[in-house]
């Protein structure tokens, strides 16, 4: 069965760091996202992208993240400068189309923590 | 400002009884609601699904029904088993956005 995976599953950075977090969509979804959870609080939305480029963003994501999708495969979350406050499990999602009601797949998530 | 409520943080249930998971939103624009689950150290997996045109998606011991006029949707797990523990996120989105999610009820079914 298809499933994004994600990579690395933990991750600890000192802060002010950059921090790179990598995911593989499922391979024929066209529309990839990134949410948060931070410990005991609910999941949040961070970005979509769609057609190599952001579709929609949260109050979240501001100028310290960035999303790249660096060849066919990878969808990338990087944080230029990490504060205590990004430590979270983020977690990858696609779906095959924005347009149509799918759900999203989610990978198993990445588990940051700035030290 | 959430727009996608789930107001019981925990719910326990015993085997073979029925679990109702509620969920309450705010945006009269979302038009297709998912349910999601959640186990610990795992991402949220797809549940069950039902479009803003249904009242009513069964699959299995899950059904979810949507009541539009309350902007209320439930979770029905008959019977409830053991292996049903875990949290449950309801999410939302209008065609086309991302989906916007709930925090979550903690589901215990003990046997």
């Known amino acids: 069965e298809p499933e994004v995976t994600q990579t690395p599953s933990h991750q600890v950075t000192q802060m002010g760091q950059e921090v790179i977090l990598r995911c593989v969509p499922i391979?024929?979804?066209?529309?990839f996202y990134w949410y948060r959870q931070i410990l005991g609080q609910k999941v949040e939305f961070l970005v979509s992208?769609?057609?190599?480029?952001?579709?929609?963003k949260s109050e979240i994501f501001d100028d310290q993240f960035s999303v790249e999708r660096p060849d066919g495969s990878n969808f990338t979350l990087k944080i230029r400068s990490t504060k205590l406050e990004d430590s979270a499990m983020y977690f990858c999602?696609?779906?095959?189309?924005?347009?149509?009601?799918?759900?999203?797949?989610f990978g198993q998530g990445t588990r940051l923590t700035v030290v | 400002d959430q727009q996608v409520k789930q107001n019981s943080p925990s719910l326990s249930v015993q085997e073979g009884r029925i679990s109702i998971l509620n969920c309450d939103y705010t945006?009269?624009?979302?038009?297709?609601f998912l349910w999601y689950k959640k186990y610990p150290a795992e991402g949220p997996t797809f549940l069950i699904s039902?479009?803003?045109?249904?009242d009513k998606n069964e699959d299995g011991r899950f059904t979810v029904f949507l009541n539009k006029s309350a902007k209320h949707l439930s979770l029905h797990i008959v019977p409830s088993q053991p292996g049903d523990s875990a949290v449950y996120f309801c999410?939302?989105?209008?065609?086309?956005?991302?989906?916007?999610f709930g925090k979550g009820t903690t589901l215990s079914v003990s046997s």
């Open positions: 999602a696609s779906s095959d189309t924005p347009t149509l009601n799918t759900e999203a797949f």
């Open positions: 391979s024929n979804h066209l529309y």
């Open positions: 992208f769609y057609n190599n480029e952001i579709s929609e």
């Open positions: 945006n009269s624009m979302f038009d297709y």
């Open positions: 039902i479009s803003s045109i249904k």
């Open positions: 999410a939302a989105r209008q065609a086309g956005t991302a989906l916007i």
